[in-house]
């Protein structure tokens, strides 16, 4: 077959299929070659004055080696006029371009404030440059954590920075829930009721989870609306000199500021319990360093079993044969290892032991 050069490409002519197994729609049997060219004229069409006032070249465009859960992920190089290049990610959504725009805004908001997220520089919802909506943002480059505490530190600050953002200052990109948290548990018990009606095994686990939920229904909490990010774990924190920068806001809502923190919370206390930590808790560092960053917190035991819960009712949908878990395919690839699978199911346990008001070793 006939092949040829183009910034960066080396492209089969004729091939079938690049732009399917790139994560695209097939858009006229476009190879990788058509949508290089496309996502580079697109990025000459607009004004990029954050990164450059002159030509942009694409140099590479592959997939990213982490991947989120619902968006396909890419690092995009590229070339400037004065001959340097930059590393930049391109997240591509499924849908419309709500989710699409959903995030961008809230980085928008979130970087003018000074918070530490990643810069965003352009979006386009309507799908029509490549297939699907994307945005295209700055690549944090990682820096290794040298102090577990330092790091606890760091993540503790930003989720303060986070929840400084009011639910005004997200108007129409959020809605504001007035019935929170209660709005979160009826979410939370239609999931089990679809877990168990599509279920091809255990649906017992599911009817748990609907009584966990009606128990928390039952309390009345303080609920302070501000900014949270829904999904606060450490997979959605990219560590670079010394800052905590928050990635992935799919999850985002106006709710509860202490239900970010007990989500957190949760996973720190977990790995203190694996860990064997039985002093300088990063799970208690975490907590003192929020409050010490000017965060407060209400109603802890209520939020860290709402997280739970959360988490769990998720954690058991993708995990169970059945029809979500055929739609979460992504996570069911990660956890083909048996250790991964060992871990999920200990993690899962100690979930299930916050909800049953016991520690990990009284549930054992």
Request: proline share 2%; net charge positive.
């Amino acid at each position: 077959m006939q092949k040829r050069k183009y910034r960066g490409y080396e492209e089969g002519l004729g091939r079938e299929g690049e732009v399917q197994r790139l994560g695209f729609s097939k858009g006229g049997g476009l190879g990788s070659f058509k949508l290089a060219s496309k996502l580079e004229d697109y990025l000459n069409s607009i004004e990029l004055k954050e990164l450059t006032s002159g030509y942009v070249k694409v140099l590479e465009l592959k997939l990213y080696e982490k991947q989120g859960l619902s968006n396909t992920i890419y690092l995009l190089k590229v070339e400037f006029d004065d001959g340097s290049n930059r590393e930049l990610i391109l997240r591509v959504y499924p849908g419309n371009g709500k989710k699409a725009f959903k995030e961008f805004k809230i980085l928008s908001i979130l970087h003018s404030k000074g918070v530490p997220v990643p810069r965003v520089y352009t979006i386009d919802e309507s799908g029509e440059i490549l297939g699907k909506p994307f945005m295209i943002m700055e690549k944090i480059q990682q820096s290794p954590v040298t102090d577990s505490y330092e790091f606890i530190d760091a993540i503790a600050k930003s989720l303060v920075d986070i929840h400084s953002v009011s639910s005004s200052e997200v108007e129409g990109v959020l809605k504001v829930r007035r019935d929170y948290p209660m709005s979160d548990l009826k979410e939370v018990k239609a999931l089990t009721v679809i877990s168990m009606l599509t279920t091809l095994g255990k649906p017992w686990i599911f009817t748990r989870l609907f009584s966990y939920a009606q128990k928390l229904e039952d309390c009345r909490v303080e609920a302070r609306l501000r900014l949270i990010h829904g999904d606060y774990g450490f997979d959605n924190i990219v560590y670079s000199n010394g800052k905590a920068y928050v990635i992935d806001w799919e999850g985002a809502e106006v709710a509860e500021p202490t239900f970010d923190v007990a989500y957190a919370f949760n996973f720190l206390d977990f790995d203190d319990k694996m860990s064997g930590r039985k002093s300088r808790k990063l799970s208690e560092a975490f907590i003192d360093s929020y409050e010490r960053h000017g965060g407060s917190i209400v109603d802890f035991q209520f939020y860290r079993s709402l997280a739970a819960l959360k988490l769990l009712a998720v954690l058991e949908a993708v995990s169970q044969l059945g029809l979500i878990a055929l739609i979460a395919r992504e996570f069911r690839r990660r956890v083909k290892t048996e250790d991964a699978k060992r871990f999920l199911e200990s993690f899962k346990k100690y979930l299930r032991s916050i909800l049953n008001g016991k520690s990990l070793k009284e549930n054992s």
